[in-house]
């Protein structure tokens, strides 16, 4: 069974993290993804530790965390050869990913007039790191950068003085969720119009898309938000909580859940301090004291039980480890395995989608291994070559008055 963007052809000429997760995410769709690398590689070939594999031919993990379902093949671009190479993908290509900073392309001899000239069908995915434009349009942009100046960091943390990362590179993740996302919808708009258009997303404007009520707190109400740990700044209890031995994980989400939680414990719900939601925001402080010493008797999976009984969202903290051997993860095809060129068969963490009629996450009934380095440059040309003679005979066959 195809997947939904089986027949579409990417080029992905991206690197590091953004652009590659874009093209994995359409791969993963069905899409043939064809990696376009120089000739030592993608950079995250070479971002560890943790490596694996001999020692003579180590494998980032990193590199394969964002590879998958994807065949590479090494040009120089700056090369007649490689130039030309790429010529012909392009022109057999449904879809280019690129990010470069703002300029490279063009400096290369591939600006998009040249790309639509080549192929007016194509839809190019173009990722940068404060936009394309503007007045720092031409920033370099790497993910904990980008997190800070987008305001990430000021919300992230124990408290106002302790602004921190998120745990994983999410402004290069959320640029490639959304650059996928443009992607399908400009493919379906060409089935509309023939053409294809440029679909253009940074770290910046991925970051500040996803602010929510941080946002709309200062846009509409003119407050800024401030990191507050482990406890949402609109909503309570919600957050981490400490018992006898582990923590848990609270939501509180309505005014009933609120009531049937206090009484449960033994928390007056009617407590001026505590009674409305917006109280319990404003003394948050007061209720997380009232909270702990409710749960310091219990042990935490005693207490995610009765939690559980009463209907309250509850859970634990996972630590990765955790997560992957969990049984409701692999439940959801989260865990994919592949044959690797070098390491044999490994597990991959899969796809986020899953298809009612499909019987497996993702697109594709199985998934590709991440390439070894050139590893289908012979394969893609041979491709090509067909490619360009079955193009040469059907306009013949035109020529000739054929169908």
């Known amino acids: 069974m195809p997947g939904p963007l089986d027949g579409i052809t990417v080029v992905d000429l991206s690197r590091a993290l953004a652009g590659p997760h874009a093209a994995m995410l359409l791969g993963d769709l069905g899409a043939r993804v064809v990696k376009v690398e120089s000739g030592t590689g993608d ?6 530790p943790p490596f694996v594999g001999p020692e003579e031919d180590p494998v980032s993990t990193y590199f394969l965390a964002c590879n998958r379902n994807k065949e590479s093949i090494v040009l120089d671009l700056k090369s007649e050869d490689g130039a030309a190479t790429l010529a012909r993908l392009v022109r057999h290509a449904d879809v280019l990913v690129e990010n470069f900073r703002p300029g490279v392309l063009d400096r290369l ?11 007016p069908r194509l839809v190019v995915l173009s990722i940068s790191g404060f936009g394309h434009d503007g007045p720092e349009g031409g920033r370099a942009g790497y993910d904990q950068i980008a997190q800070g100046e987008a305001g990430l960091m000021s919300v992230t943390g124990s408290g106002p003085e302790d602004p ?6 999410i402004g290069d993740l959320l640029a490639g969720l959304h650059g996928a996302l443009g992607v399908t919808a400009a493919l379906h708009e060409r089935e509309l119009t023939g053409r294809g ?14 602010h929510a009520f941080q946002g709309t707190a200062y846009t509409v109400a003119g407050q800024v938000g401030r990191a507050r ?3 949402h700044p609109a909503l309570a209890p919600y957050g981490l909580f400490h018992t006898a031995d582990e923590p848990v994980q609270l939501a509180v989400g309505s005014q009933g859940l609120w009531v049937r939680f206090a009484e449960a414990f033994d928390i007056d719900p009617e407590d001026p301090l505590l009674a409305t939601n917006a109280a319990r925001v404003t003394h948050h402080d007061h209720l997380l004291a009232v909270v702990d010493a409710a749960f310091s008797g219990w042990s935490a999976p005693d207490l995610l039980a009765r939690l559980v009984e009463l209907g309250i969202p509850a859970g634990r903290v996972r630590d990765i480890g955790e997560v992957y051997d969990w049984e409701q993860t692999r439940s959801q095809g989260l865990v994919v395995d592949v ?30 291994p991440p390439p070894g380095l050139d590893e289908h440059g012979a394969a893609v040309r041979a491709w090509l070559d067909r490619a360009d003679a079955d193009e040469t005979g059907g306009i013949a066959q035109q020529a000739d008055g054929g169908a």
């Open 164 to 169: 921190q990362r998120v745990g994983v590179p």
């Open 197 to 210: 258009r440029v679909v253009r997303t940074s770290l910046l404007a991925s970051v500040v898309g996803v």
């Open 43 to 48: 950079d995250t070939r070479h971002w560890g």
């Open 109 to 119: 001899g591939f600006d998009v007039e040249h790309l639509h000239t080549l192929n």
């Open 339 to 368: 044959e690797h060129p070098v390491l044999g068969r490994i597990e991959l963490p899969g796809p986020a989608l899953r298809f009612d009629d499909l019987p497996y996450a993702g697109g594709r009934p199985t998934h590709l």
């Open 229 to 231: 740990g482990n406890h």
